[in-house]
């Protein structure tokens, strides 16, 4: 399994760790600027997407 560095070689849950952290970072962000009224067309990607 190929990993980013070498500290993930030797430690991967922590590696997975860190990148779930930054997804959910990722799309707590998307979701705040979706609420405030900042980013109209992810509201119709996700609608499109329920369909």
Do not use: Q
Request: with cysteine.
């Amino acid at each position: 399994m190929a990993h980013v560095s070498a500290y993930a070689t030797m430690h991967p849950w922590e590696d997975w760790a860190e990148t779930w952290a930054h997804y959910l970072h990722m799309t707590d962000a998307l979701d705040t600027a979706l609420a405030l009224g900042k980013l109209h067309f992810i509201h119709l990607c996700v609608a499109d997407a329920a369909i």
